[in-house]
């Protein structure tokens, strides 16, 4: 029996809108609403046994399939054989050698001085964003920047220094803002390297032009390209500026590279200094040591011509997908990362194509308001190197049914009310 106290702190967070508004939905469509699913088995070919049938994983961010491959699975069981489950020690007293090799390869790979291992890319928004600036500093932020950027701000502003806002990927507001700033000492620019829910890359060029004329340092969080965009998979930055003498780059370790963790590639400099700053680095775990010597191993993938092979099987799905559901009408949106976005709109209609498509044998994420606007619901269905070229035509013969069942936006009605 719960005490008063915890009665009333329940209703308290009923009172909360998104609450209210998520619980809505989940009450009104219990049926539609694949949320707080539970996986039963995993396949080599995305294969994902839930509620007792065997569906097509279209909802996975292991995009280059690694998390089947045996070279890394075998180097997790080595891990685990050589270190045990974990070596329990934050990274402020001891760091296992295998994050020294990770940090060095990942550093290698991706053409930085170092990197900084975090355990998610989460906590490394929540350590080192805020140990980078302090009180005469500002933090500057990409109003639709993930919201871990955000709630390092909310640290960061917590501390006493002061964020503001900027419009989304615009580098002609970026100046308008740093230039209100008035006097700072140096500012910090963070934004995503790839907007995962729209698909969106900013103009990085324009935004360091900006950022170089305002003594202002840009910080990329980048998971969503990290391993799958840019050559050997090293993201967006270094392609768009030739160098990353202005940027951290932030990468994701549990997404394309289908292990574990998060990372800061930068100077040495930093290195350094973010380990003295960063709260999440000094007073929390770190990467369990097998994770960090499979990192290693797909460091060394991704550095070798196999990267080439394994990102063109990506590519022919992601083509293949496209083709066929621009071919339907349908309103395809982002594409140029191996997320694809279906608009549908009201936030009913898109859990129910969800679960039509489930029934259909593929899992596809519904997403709905907040994550994006309302009443613009979109299917966002993650394509991955390992699906196989039938599961693509399945999935688009799936949406194909969809359309005939569901009064979805078209191109067409799209172009004439833009008209
Ligand atoms: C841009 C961005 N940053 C951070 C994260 C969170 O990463 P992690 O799960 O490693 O905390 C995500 C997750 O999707 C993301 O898209």
Redesign the pocket.
């Known amino acids: 029996m719960a005490t008063q106290p915890m009665q009333n702190l329940e209703k308290a967070i009923r009172q909360n809108g998104l609450v209210r508004f998520v619980e809505h939905f989940a009450q009104q469509y219990p049926d539609s609403h694949l949320k707080d699913m539970i996986v039963d088995r995993l396949g080599p070919n995305r294969e994902m046994e839930v509620q007792g049938r065997e569906v097509i994983n279209f909802g996975s961010?292991s995009f280059l399939g690694l998390d089947q491959d045996p070279r890394v699975r075998e180097a997790i069981e080595r891990g685990l054989h050589h270190w045990g489950s974990h070596n329990g020690a934050s990274r402020a007293f001891s760091s296992v050698r295998s994050n020294e090799q990770a940090e060095e390869k990942l550093a290698a790979w991706l053409g930085t001085e170092a990197a900084l291992i975090y355990p998610?890319?989460?906590?490394t928004?929540l350590g080192a964003l805020p140990g980078l600036v302090t009180k005469r500093d500002l933090l500057v932020i990409d109003e639709h920047a993930?919201n871990?950027?955000q709630d390092g701000a909310r640290i960061a502003q917590a501390n006493g220094v002061r964020v503001v806002p900027f419009s989304h990927c615009d580098p002609d507001d970026l100046d308008r803002t740093l230039e209100a700033a008035g006097e700072y000492r140096v500012a910090v620019v963070a934004i995503?390297g790839v907007y995962?829910m729209t698909g969106a890359l900013p103009p990085l060029a324009k935004l360091n032009e900006v950022c170089l004329r305002r003594n202002a340092v840009l910080y990329v969080?980048d998971?969503?390209a990290t391993a799958v965009l840019g050559p050997h998979g090293r993201g967006t930055v270094l392609d768009a500026l030739g160098t990353y003498d202005n940027a951290f780059v932030i990468g994701?370790l549990?997404?394309g590279f289908s292990c574990f963790?998060?990372f800061i590639g930068c100077k040495r400099e930093f290195k350094q200094l973010l380990k003295i700053r960063s709260n999440t680095f000094i007073f929390g775990g770190p990467v369990p040591p097998a994770y960090l010597d499979a990192i290693c191993v797909v460091c060394d993938i991704l550095a070798s011509s196999e990267y080439d092979i394994i990102r063109a099987r990506l590519t022919r799905n992601l083509t293949q997908l496209i083709r066929g559901a621009e071919q339907l009408g349908l309103v395809v949106l982002g594409a140029e990362t191996p997320i694809v976005s279906i608009l549908v709109g009201d936030e009913d209609v898109t859990l129910q194509a969800g679960k039509f498509l489930f029934e259909q044998g593929f899992y596809v994420q519904s997403v709905t308001f907040p994550a994006v606007p309302y009443h613009a619901g979109v299917l966002r269905i993650q394509v991955n190197a390992n699906h196989q070229p039938g599961a693509i035509t399945g999935l688009v013969h799936g949406l194909a049914k969809l359309a005939e069942s569901f009064a979805l936006p078209t191109t067409r009605n799209e172009l004439r009310r833009a008209a």
């Open positions: 961010d998610s890319v989460s906590l928004n993930h871990s950027m995503d995962s969080d998971a969503h994701s549990s997404k963790g998060g």
